[in-house]
């Protein structure tokens, strides 16, 4: 197991706090993990919040913060963030003349109207030219969104959705979409990845999907999951071909470091702090807490799993070479599926996972194939000498020359058997 570089960079870099403010939902996902639906007003953090504001600035001026990052991000966090709409608007308020604090928010898009008003007072600011308030909503693209995403009385909520883009589009309020695709519904990926490409056209948004990596059903699905990868890259082929780049972040090719726990912490509504919102749901939770927002210390407990995590970051050996491009490397998740004994183990045992580990080096053998398609064909640094057609038996051959299918394949059918 080999350690990251941990040179430190004197370049100014965020520390991101989430502040859960609510765990209840005006939504009923069939795949959420949120399972406590109090109101707003029984949490800690809503009651206790001016405490919790103090204690934010005190970290923002902190010897520690200045030292090490310089710019702060407030994460608003959930349920459904913004139904505690007023939390929200105090904190902005709070802290709207740092201009080093920026903000972010997940959100369902179904009280964008009640927001606006907050997203006004931040409207055209940047920090390192991006919206000092960045949105993100969950879409999940059509036909599976509604099937997946309904109103709490059961209704498809997209239309929600598409008016929330609209509203924010037509009041010049940049956003992002992120989608979640469980791997039972691989078989619709072609369609989605066609209502993406429409949000695009109107909204310019990008495709940002994360596959199911609580409970992955893998092997029950690969050879749906093949074929519908093998289809998009045929999309994704002739939308660089007319881009410049891809679609969908599923070719791009990234195994960054999770940030949870060195620059990423979380607030839950207790006002417990964990190493991020991946904890919260987590059955070994307790284990994953290490302060409070309300302890006279907190600081020097941020402090100190930074310089843990940061100094220990490492990641397997047969990592370093692996054929997967993006690989969604959840930490929490890791230390839950892991037999090894010592915390930082299991932490990293990023090959705790057989199964996920299996679908992204499929992933990253399609999109290896793709890219040195596009290299051929001399589209991959200038659109020129374009082929009008791309056939999937062209991206199969390039993937067999980098790797067999049917090895990949008959590999998952041994470990799931094993």
């Known amino acids: ?157 997209s239309k929600i959705c598409l008016e929330a883009m609209k509203l924010l589009k037509d009041n010049d309020i940049p956003f992002a979409l992120k989608a979640t695709l469980a791997q039972r519904d691989f078989k619709y990926l ?89 904890c919260l749901y987590s059955d070994s939770k307790e284990d994953l807490s290490f302060s409070s927002i309300f302890e006279d210390d907190f600081i020097e407990k941020i402090k100190e799993s930074y310089d843990k995590f940061f100094i220990t970051e490492r990641q397997p050996e047969e990592c370093e070479n692996c054929v997967a491009g993006l690989c969604i490397r959840c930490n929490t998740r890791k230390y839950i599926s892991s037999n090894k004994e010592e915390f930082l183990d299991k932490w990293y045992d990023y090959t705790s996972q057989k199964d996920l580990c299996d679908f992204y080096k499929m992933l990253g053998r399609i999109g290896r194939a793709l890219t040195e398609i596009l290299k051929e064909e001399k589209i991959w640094d200038a659109h020129s000498n374009v082929p009008e057609t791309l056939d999937v038996q062209q991206i199969q051959t390039a993937q067999e020359t980098n790797h067999s299918v049917e090895g990949t394949k008959q590999h998952g059918q041994q470990t799931q058997q094993s």
């Open 1 to 157: 197991m080999k350690l990251k570089n941990t040179k430190k960079s004197s370049e100014k870099r965020y520390l991101a706090i989430e502040l859960t403010t609510t765990q209840a939902c005006n939504f009923r996902c069939e795949y959420c993990f949120e399972n406590d639906y109090c109101t707003p007003d029984d949490n800690i953090v809503t009651n206790r919040l001016d405490e919790v504001i103090e204690s934010l600035k005190n970290l923002f001026t902190s010897e520690f913060f200045e030292e090490n990052f310089g710019l702060g991000k407030i994460t608003f966090w959930g349920g459904e963030p913004t139904l505690n709409t007023k939390l929200i608007e105090k904190v902005v308020d709070s802290f709207i003349d740092d201009k080093r604090i920026g903000f972010f928010i997940y959100t369902n898009a179904s009280r964008m109207k009640e927001m606006l008003p907050i997203f006004n007072k931040l409207k055209g600011e940047k920090i390192k030219n991006e919206p000092r308030f960045t949105i993100q909503i969950s879409y999940d693209g059509n036909p599976v969104h509604d099937m997946r995403r309904k109103t709490r009385s059961g209704e498809p909520s």
């Open 190 to 278: 072609p369609e989605i990845w066609d209502d993406f490409e429409k949000l695009h056209n109107e909204f310019g948004t990008s495709y940002s999907l994360t596959s199911d990596y609580e409970n992955p059903e893998i092997y029950k699905y690969w050879d749906e999951i093949e074929e519908a990868l093998l289809e998009i890259s045929k999309k994704e082929y002739h939308f660089y071909k007319k881009h410049g780049r891809f679609l969908s972040n599923l070719f791009k090719g990234s195994k960054r470091f999770c940030s949870a726990g060195k620059n990423m912490f979380t607030i839950d509504i207790d006002g417990r702090m964990f190493l991020c919102h991946g």
